[in-house]
T-cell receptor, first 119, second 111 residues
Framework: NAGVMQNPRHLVRRRGQEARLRCSPM?????VYWYRQLPEEGLKFMVY????????ESGMPKERFSAEFPKEGPSILRIQQVVRGDSAAYFC?????????????????FGEGSRLTVL | RKEVEQDPGPFNVPEGATVAFNCTYS??????FFWYRQDCRKEPKLLMS???SGNEDGRFTAQLNRASQYISLLIRDSKLSDSATYLC????????????FGAGTQVVVTP
């Protein structure tokens, strides 16, 4: 009964390179969320996806960041041309299908995070 | 102003003592409230939901004050294993599942 699986756990990139972070939700979960946590700060919402759909990307920077959750395979958070300020822990979370017309009940199951370091 | 604000602490608590702390939120339309726990460099995990009437789960008691827009968490008979960062989490009415996290309150339980 695997939980939310994220990989890689640690990723080091040089400025200007691309970073790809992958997330497989818990079995039976159809909602995926990406959060970013900077050192000494709280988690910041980035994007909420269902299979093949971006539901809410209001927390995503307008440039260089993109996310997808294809019909098959994991969700991917992609950061192009990374800069030092992108260094952070990126957490993926999943939740089961909502029971109340789209409102999430609040329990998110988080992966262990992917720690990106940009040199 | 941050959407969810918490005292960062740390709250240093002797083992067996009681500790309580609050969190304030800015969106008066928020509908759902939660406390998550995050251990150092680990993923957050749901501790408990917060209901309007207040609720208790073992040694943990959560309260919601909608008029003043704050949530509280009280831990009784603190254990060493309660040392963690406690995250206040709010789900807005129109956020379609987006949760707003506070930066966390650090609790350190000492022997």
């Amino acid at each position: 009964n695997a939980g939310v699986m994220q990989n890689p756990r640690h990723l080091v990139r040089r400025r200007g390179q691309e970073a790809r972070l992958r997330c497989s939700p818990m079995k039976g979960h159809s909602h995926v969320y990406w959060y970013r946590q900077l050192p000494e700060e709280g988690l910041k919402f980035m994007v909420y996806l269902q299979k093949e759909n971006i539901i809410d990307e209001s927390g995503m920077p307008k440039e260089r960041f993109s996310a997808e959750f294809p019909k098959e395979g994991p969700s991917i958070l992609r950061i192009q041309q990374v800069v030092r300020g992108d260094s952070a822990a990126y957490f993926c979370a999943s939740s089961p299908p909502s029971r109340l017309g789209g409102l999430n009940t609040g329990e998110l199951f988080f992966g262990e995070g992917s720690r990106l370091t940009v040199l | 102003r941050k959407e969810v604000e918490q005292d960062p602490g740390p709250f240093n608590v002797p083992e067996g003592a009681t500790v309580a702390f609050n969190c304030t939120y800015s969106n008066s339309a928020s509908q759902s409230f939660f406390w998550y726990r995050q251990d150092c460099r680990k993923e957050p995990k749901l501790l408990m939901s917060v209901y309007s009437s207040g609720n208790e789960d073992g040694r943990f008691t959560a309260q919601l004050n909608r008029a003043s827009q704050y949530i509280s968490l009280l831990i009784r008979d603190s254990k060493l294993s309660d040392s963690a960062t406690y995250l206040c989490v709010v789900n807005g009415a129109d956020s379609w599942g987006k949760l707003q996290f506070g930066a966390g309150t650090q609790v350190v339980v000492t022997p």
